[in-house]
Structures are given as C-alpha cells and as structure tokens.
T-cell receptor, first 114, second 114 residues
Framework: DVKVTQSSRYLVKRTGEKVFLECVQDMDHENMFWYRQDPGLGLRLIYFSYDVKMKEKGDIPEGYSVSREKKERFSLILESASTNQTSMYLC???FGTGLYNEQFFGPGTRLTVL | AQSVTQPDIHITVSEGASLELRCNYSYGATPYLFWYVQSPGQGLQLLLKYFSGDTLVQGIKGFEAEFKRSQSSFNLRKPSVHWSDAAEYFCAVGPSGGYNKLIFGAGTRLAVHP
C-alpha cells in the first residue's frame, strides 16, 4: 500500500516563528503536493513538485515556501507564521507518467498559530 | 474557469436510508473525476474515479457515481447508509494545468442518525 506520512498530527506555534512541515512518501512518486484545508473552502493547493528540486506555485503560495531535496520528501515552510495560517495541512503524492493518476494523501497536520 | 461545486454543505440521513451527494463541475475538456472521503481526523481516501468508458463507476464501501456529461455532474450514491459513512466527502476534477493537479469542491459533511 502507498503510504504518505506527515511529521506531526498537531502543531502549535507562535506568530513569527519559522515552521517546517515534513511529508514523506514510500512509493517513488514523482509528484508531491501541499494543500491547506479550511471549512467551507475545501482543499486549496499551496505548492507542488514534479521532480527533485523542482517546484511550482499553486493557488495560494503567499507566505509559504517548499523544499524537495530527495524524491520521497517534500517540506512546507512557513517563513514567519501568522495567525491566518492556522489550518489543516495535507500532503499528497502521485505518479507523474502514464494515465492520469490519483493522489494519495497523508493524515494531515493541524497547525495552530497563536 | 475550471471549478467544482458541491451544493450541499451539510446532509443528514438516517442509517439504512439511501444517499446522493451532488457534484457539478465546469471544465473545458473531458474531465477526470474523483470522489474522496475524509473520516474525522484523517487524510483523504479515494472512493472512486472516472476516466472514460462506462459512465456508472463502482467504488469502495458500496459507493457508486454516475458521470452525466450533459449535466456536468458526477453525483455519488449509496443505496443504504451505515453509521460509519459519517464523514466529509470531496469531489475533484482534473487534470488542471498538468502534473495531475486537481480542483476540489468545498466538501459535503454527512451526518448519519441511528
């Protein structure tokens, strides 16, 4: 089974802190994604990566950056956390070639910024 | 613009009753369509997907969905709901801009009464 893991289920940080959210997948997927999930808004794409060291902005990249130094790991970075970044963060991965492939999701990290 | 609309934010059904969750999409070409389920505190799990062929697709947990091109809809159905089906359900369409990106609806939260 495909497994996508996220480093923390719950995280509490203070305004202005630098925050790292880690995601690891074990299926050699090319594509990895970071979403934030807010009530009534569904999932919104923050960043995605289609290869090591490659990244593209999603729909709401402001205030975030990402890093992908190894194929299996995709990190989301909040350079200076703010209260409006309190949210559920979901990581996903998928194969990048062949027929359109489903995305596999991690369990999520609920981040609270005080 | 590409978009997904789930008209019902909240639905409550009795256990054993039938269920239909609505999904409408706006997409310029033939879409790939997905339904995901998110149980409380969990990540998203794929229920079913439509790429081509038979417009009635079967998924896991007894769910099915029907693609209707003329109505731009992909409604999810289950003939008899179980208490364990209480969760949030997301419809998604893709690809959006390549790399297997998806556009998600805002979600429908299902409550099941005993």
């Amino acid at each position: 089974d495909v497994k996508v893991t996220q480093s923390s289920r719950y995280l509490v940080k203070r305004t202005g802190e630098k925050v790292f959210l880690e995601c690891v997948q074990d299926m050699d997927h090319e594509n990895m994604f970071w979403y934030r999930q807010d009530p009534g808004l569904g999932l919104r794409l923050i960043y995605f990566s289609y290869d090591v060291k490659m990244k593209e902005k999603g729909d709401i990249p402001e205030g975030y950056s990402v890093s992908r130094e190894k194929k299996e790991r995709f990190s989301l970075i909040l350079e200076s956390a703010s209260t409006n970044q309190t949210s559920m963060y979901l990581c996903a991965s998928s194969f990048g070639t062949g027929l359109y492939n489903e995305q596999f999701f991690g369990p999520g990290t609920r981040l609270t910024v005080l | 613009a590409q978009s997904v609309t789930q008209p019902d934010i909240h639905i409550t059904v009795s256990e054993g009753a039938s269920l239909e969750l609505r999904c409408n999409y706006s997409y310029g070409a033939t879409p790939y369509l997905f339904w995901y389920v998110q149980s409380p505190g969990q990540g998203l799990q794929l229920l079913l997907k439509y790429f081509s062929g038979d417009t009635l697709v079967q998924g896991i947990k007894g769910f099915e969905a029907e693609f209707k091109r003329s109505q731009s809809s992909f409604n999810l159905r289950k003939p008899s709901v179980h208490w364990s089906d209480a969760a949030e359900y997301f419809c998604a369409v893709g690809p959006s801009g390549g790399y297997n990106k998806l556009i998600f609806g805002a979600g429908t939260r299902l409550a099941v009464h005993p």
